[in-house]
């Protein structure tokens, strides 16, 4: 388990963490979610005693990681896949990690086989692709078969087949009964991979519940519609105030009326229905509406 109370960093006059406090519980994958310059990667650090809280405090399995001599036997961790020295082949840098925290050396093969990086082991990490390098520190986190993980990221560089192969490994190690935190940016697969949330906006907490609750929260659940006359019942809707957005030839999410209303509109206009449900707000609808306010880096904003 993974407890953060009152966690404060500050760099002279700027704040990047403010009194953060939130708890990641075992058995299911917690998702890490903010805006850029949130303070999720700062936060991260200093849960694993790489930066000094300027107040507060950080604990893994109820003691501050620095506390433990071979931290990868409790704690795996990605946060940069590209630290790593590019004149060492894989293997050779997880059997260092592997020396210094007590592992046995049977376990970088198992790993190595794991990640899909069993044939290229012995090619320097300099000529690995990043998708490559995003295995290889996968690899180096699951080492030394730790009950706590922590990933910064972890998607970056990743093809399709790596994404899915990714959201499977943090289903399984949850259901191991692992402690799983993600940071990522990528918001759909967070929305079917993680079950719980932290977000945070400029080092603040906004939210610490399921996923489900969070994009509850939207002011927009949505309507789903599926009708063989998408145009004119978009016309129709779009009159009364609505807003429609296409999501395929015939399928409509609708926004700003009800599901009985549009179900009204579409019979006095004798349009005919295949498909008429509430619908939640996406995990991206949601947090882009949650944290709006929180973003410090615009497109196109002149400062």
Not at 130 to 143: P, S, W
Not at 148 to 163: A, I, S, Y
């Amino acid at each position: 388990m993974i407890e953060v109370n009152e966690l404060t960093k500050r760099y002279g006059d700027t704040t990047a963490v403010n009194a953060l406090s939130f708890t990641v519980r075992p058995g299911r994958v917690t998702g890490f979610l903010g805006p850029n310059g949130a303070g999720k990667t700062t936060t991260l650090r200093m849960l694993l005693g790489l930066v000094e809280p300027t107040r507060g405090s950080a604990t893994i399995e109820g003691r501050p990681f620095c506390d433990r001599p071979r931290g990868l036997r409790h704690v795996g961790a990605l946060l940069d896949a590209g630290d790593v020295h590019g004149g060492r082949s894989a293997r050779a840098h997880l059997a260092a990690l592997a020396r210094g925290n007590g592992i046995a050396p049977r376990r970088v093969d198992e790993v190595l086989g794991e990640v899909g990086l069993a044939e290229v082991a012995r090619r320097r990490v300099s000529g690995y692709s990043l998708g490559m390098r995003q295995r290889l520190g996968i690899a180096a986190a699951l080492l030394g078969d730790p009950p706590v993980l922590l990933f910064d990221e972890p998607l970056n560089g990743l093809d399709p087949e790596g994404v899915l192969w990714v959201r499977g490994l943090f289903r399984r190690l949850a259901g191991e009964g692992r402690t799983v935190f993600v940071s990522s940016h990528q918001m759909s697969e967070m929305e079917h991979t993680a079950e719980q949330l932290v977000v945070v906006g400029r080092g603040e907490l906004i939210a610490a519940e399921s996923v489900t609750e969070f994009a509850a929260r939207s002011d927009r659940p949505g309507v789903i519609v599926r009708t063989p006359r998408a145009a004119e019942l978009t016309a129709v809707l779009t009159a009364e105030g609505a807003t429609v957005r296409p999501d395929g030839d015939d399928l409509l999410t609708v926004t700003g009326l009800p599901a009985p209303r549009v179900g009204e509109l579409a019979c006095a206009h004798r349009l005919p229905l295949h498909e008429l449900a509430p619908g939640g707000a996406s995990l991206e609808e949601a947090f882009m509406e949650l944290t709006t306010d929180r973003v410090d880096y615009r497109a196109g904003e002149k400062r």
